[in-house]
């Protein structure tokens, strides 16, 4: 089966800018995570999508962070404005259903903000 | 709050030794652990999961990890190490299946030749 296949793979951008994140999940997948992932730290949840509901997005910082997933499909995660402490890996990932499906991960995200 | 500490940042060791990476979660009635692994320039994948039943899991390669209860601890053990096990190894937890997945800091296995 095709992974999870997310774009760009890289983005440098000067602060205050805005980019935004692109996510494909396995096909059949109804969740969908995006993590970011700062140097020296494992992994932290934005956002928990099921289907095209959103079932957790505590950690998201709204003023700056919006993410949608139009028709339960694809998912884009957007930062506008961004700051210098966003930059960090971004990493999508999908799984069959919550709870204890295993999760599977895209390559992610490289975001340098300058 | 759920939390996952994995005590060492950067682990070296010559291939064919063995090796352990120690992972310790903050106590809870129901407990799920992973272990996840990053290889270089890949995503993180799924190496062994403890869910219930026997404490002893094992992963394809060669890896086990053992669930302690009584130590809070899900320590990652292999007997001999590869070349290619060379990579960054993520422990998590989730409380009762249904919170999100916690990760801890990772620990870089580096082997050497």
């Known amino acids: 089966e095709a992974g999870v296949a997310q774009s760009p793979r890289y983005k440098i951008i000067e602060k205050r800018q805005s980019v935004a994140f692109w996510c494909n999940p396995i096909?059949?997948?109804?969740?969908l995570y995006w993590y970011q992932q700062i140097l020296g730290q494992g992994p932290k949840l934005l956002i928990q999508f099921q289907n095209n509901g959103v079932v957790d997005d505590s950690q998201l910082p709204k003023d700056r962070f919006s993410a949608e997933r139009l028709k339960g499909v694809d998912s884009t995660l957007k930062i506008q404005p961004a700051k210098l402490e966003d930059s960090a890996v971004y990493l999508c990932a999908s799984s069959t259903r919550t709870g204890l499906s295993p999760l599977h991960f895209g390559n992610g995200t490289r975001l340098t903000v300058t | 709050a759920q939390s996952v500490t994995q005590l060492d940042s950067q682990v070296p060791v010559f291939e064919e030794a063995p090796v352990e990476l120690r992972c310790n979660y903050s106590?809870?009635?129901?407990?799920?652990l992973f272990w996840y692994v990053q290889y270089p320039n890949q995503g993180l994948q799924l190496l062994l999961k403890?869910?219930?039943?026997?404490?002893l899991v094992e992963s394809i390669n060669g890896f086990e990890a053992e669930f302690n209860k009584s130590q809070t601890s899900f320590h990652l053990r292999k007997p001999s190490v590869h070349i290619s096990d060379t990579a960054e190894y993520f422990c998590?937890?989730?409380?009762?299946?249904?919170?999100?997945?916690?990760f801890g800091k990772g620990t870089r296995l580096s082997v050497i030749a």
């Open positions: 998590a937890v989730t409380y009762a299946g249904n919170t999100p997945l916690v």
């Open positions: 106590s809870s009635v129901s407990v799920y």
């Open positions: 096909s059949g997948h109804a969740t």
């Open positions: 403890y869910l219930s039943g026997s404490t």
